[in-house]
């Protein structure tokens, strides 16, 4: 049997939240997954059209979960490979500059260590969301975008699908992007910008020689 409802205590970032039937009756758990088509992200009062079963615990699950109104749209196979193509154009041109002595090998080396290390607080960050344990907060995976983190970040927004829907977050993280990018230009144009890279990579040299 089916009922129509609206979507009630939606949290987002855990993927859950609540349905009532039209009509009134018990209200019943929904999960991002028991959504036949993910078109859009739900969110506190949308319109659905659901069916119930129930769990191990005998507990009322909203399953094949739609949209009342929404008509599919044909999903593009090759989209989230697009956006994974550009961590990798960006870094292996970066190696390719690497290569032919344009840019510094700690460029390289900075941009790979925080791609990981931005990946792997994504994924820490999904798995607290899952459990309801202590979540990263979004300014610190800007952050980590920001000082060269964006391609593992985009990586992991696409693998993950983490982080990949949120509209407001994904505004300030391209934000990010654009001004990490503006900075690598000017570092790798400009005199003083070039300078800058000498002075840093020098002093890393002189820091490390000691220990190698």
């Known amino acids: ?9 939606w949290n987002d970032d855990k993927g859950y939240g609540f349905v009532e039937p039209n009509g009134g009756g018990e209200r019943t758990f929904i999960h991002i ?10 969110a506190n009062g949308d319109l659905v059209i ?9 507990r009322n699950n909203a399953v094949n979960v739609s ?8 999903k593009k196979a090759g989209s989230s490979n697009i956006s994974l193509l550009w961590p990798l154009l960006f870094i292996s041109s970066m190696c390719a500059l690497t290569l032919f002595q344009q840019i510094p090998v700690l ?5 790979i260590s925080m791609s990981i290390i931005t990946f792997i607080a994504y994924a820490i960050d999904k798995q607290a969301a899952k459990n309801n344990h202590w979540r990263t907060q979004e300014s610190t995976l800007h952050l980590l975008a920001l000082f060269g983190g964006w391609p593992g970040a985009l990586s992991a927004q696409q693998m993950l699908r983490h982080k990949s829907a949120k509209v407001e977050f994904r505004q300030v993280f391209w934000v990010t992007v654009v001004l990490n990018l503006l900075l ?17 990579t020098t002093q890393i040299i002189y820091l490390i020689a000691p220990w190698v």
């Open 33 to 42: 997954k028991s959504f036949k088509s993910r078109i859009r992200r739900p």
């Open 107 to 111: 460029l390289l080396i900075l941009y």
């Open 1 to 9: 049997m089916r009922f129509q409802g609206k979507i009630s205590e």
């Open 67 to 74: 949209f009342p109104h929404d008509k599919p749209l044909s």
């Open 184 to 200: 690598l230009c000017w570092l790798i144009m400009t005199d003083k910008g070039r300078a800058i890279i000498n002075t840093v």
């Open 50 to 58: 659901y069916e119930v079963e129930k769990d191990n615990r005998q």
